[in-house]
């Protein structure tokens, strides 16, 4: 049997991404961000991401196409993101891959975003084990999963209760006086600062906090912690040094996800940690993951940063893997959601969640 050709659509926040996989090969990756369009805001305006989407639809796919060197005609599925994510943004690219389904006489995959986070790491790494750990930090999630079946079995573990990760990071940015999204420019000053400069709160790490929310994060009070830290230096005069802060604050998120995933790993039996997102592209993570990870004896899998962020390839991948597994296709009327929990890997209907 021939590897299925699926396409994938994300559309979740504010990069329209397209992406073509044969199996597991990724044949394309085509983005289009709108962010530039949202940095004067300090952050995404749901509608300003609606209409970038509806732009950069037809020539994000006809870029696929020609870097796949394939057809439409040539697909065997169509993948895409039905939730979470913006529900506007949401809405044009299953709009988009109901109409290519429909036109093309294939089959439609209405799959989870956060679960596309968890399959994309077999495009360069190969299969996942029978049983890893996921964690997944971006601007919107914070997650831990412990996945059984990339594309049927997922259970959460824990989550964010206020900000996540990569939201902190574009909060603490701005108030550092650096550009949106935050993410980056944070990750690149702490390179010229001490981690260890300020002691900023590990939130949810206390004794109480561990028994009652194991596996769950919290970053409200961090990012409160920086502000006040801010200002009262700023109060007295004194110099505040961007990347030691920068470092320091990083280091806080850092330490945080980290221990949680390696004690979710040890507890949960699994040689696997698998992190996702787009705050997995940041290189302090990747470090101190890497180093706990080997004292664990955990095996560490990161896509490459490309990967890490919404993209298309990650919706296509998930999309085949249904496909091999024999997955029932999702109908013309299934919906569109802003919050769909991990445990719904596909859509079948318009009653799901």
């Known amino acids: 049997m021939n590897e299925p050709l699926v396409l994938g659509i994300e559309t979740s926040c504010d990069e329209t991404g397209v992406g073509i996989v044969r199996g597991s090969t990724l044949l394309a990756d085509a983005v289009a961000s709108s962010v530039d369009e949202h940095a004067r805001f300090g952050g995404v305006v749901p509608e300003v991401a609606s209409r970038a989407h509806l732009e950069a639809m037809l020539?994000?796919?006809?870029?696929?196409?020609?870097?796949?060197?394939?057809?439409?005609?040539?697909?065997?599925?169509?993948?895409?993101?039905?939730?979470?994510?913006?529900?506007?943004?949401?809405?044009?690219?299953?709009?988009?891959?109901?109409?290519?389904?429909?036109?093309?006489g294939k089959p439609v995959y209405a799959v989870n975003h956060l679960?596309?986070?968890?399959?994309?790491?077999?495009?360069?790494?190969?299969?996942?084990?029978?049983?890893?750990?996921?964690?997944?930090?971006?601007?919107?999630?914070?997650?831990?999963?412990?996945?059984?079946?990339?594309?049927?079995?997922?259970?959460?573990?824990?989550?964010?209760?206020?900000?996540?990760?990569?939201?902190?990071?574009?909060?603490?940015?701005?108030?550092?006086?650096?550009?949106?999204?935050g993410g980056p420019w944070i990750d690149a000053a702490a390179r010229d600062g001490d981690?260890?400069?300020?002691?900023?709160?590990?939130?949810?790490?206390?004794?109480?906090?561990?028994?009652?929310?194991?596996?769950?994060?919290?970053?409200?009070?961090?990012?409160?912690?920086?502000?006040?830290?801010?200002?009262?230096?700023?109060?007295?005069?004194?110099?505040?040094?961007?990347?030691?802060?920068?470092?320091?604050?990083?280091?806080?998120v850092v330490d945080v996800l980290t221990r949680k995933a390696v004690a979710a790993c040890l507890e949960h039996g699994s040689e696997h940690l698998v992190l996702g997102g787009g705050v997995a592209a940041n290189s302090r993570l990747r470090a101190v993951a890497a180093e706990r990870c080997e004292v664990a004896g955990i095996i560490l899998r990161v896509p490459r940063p490309g990967l890490c962020t919404d993209n298309g390839a990650m919706i296509a991948a998930l999309g085949a893997k249904l496909v091999r597994q024999g997955a029932v296709?999702?109908?013309?009327?299934?919906?569109?959601?802003s919050v769909l929990p991990i445990t719904i890997v596909v859509m079948n209907g318009s009653l799901d969640a």
């Open 115 to 181: 679960a596309g986070h968890v399959v994309v790491d077999e495009l360069e790494h190969g299969p996942l084990p029978p049983v890893a750990v996921g964690l997944l930090v971006s601007g919107g999630h914070s997650s831990l999963l412990l996945v059984h079946d990339d594309a049927a079995d997922i259970t959460p573990l824990g989550a964010t209760l206020d900000d996540a990760a990569g939201e902190a990071f574009d909060k603490v940015a701005r108030l550092l006086g650096l550009p949106f999204p």
């Open 195 to 252: 981690g260890a400069a300020i002691a900023f709160p590990r939130g949810l790490t206390a004794s109480h906090d561990m028994a009652e929310h194991r596996y769950d994060f919290s970053f409200s009070g961090l990012k409160t912690a920086v502000a006040r830290w801010v200002k009262a230096q700023q109060a007295a005069g004194n110099p505040v040094s961007v990347p030691d802060v920068a470092a320091s604050f990083q280091e806080a």
């Open 329 to 337: 296709p999702s109908d013309l009327g299934f919906a569109t959601r």
């Open 59 to 104: 020539p994000t796919i006809e870029r696929a196409c020609a870097e796949a060197r394939i057809q439409l005609a040539d697909l065997d599925a169509i993948a895409v993101t039905a939730g979470p994510g913006l529900v506007g943004a949401l809405l044009v690219g299953t709009a988009s891959a109901k109409a290519l389904a429909l036109g093309l």
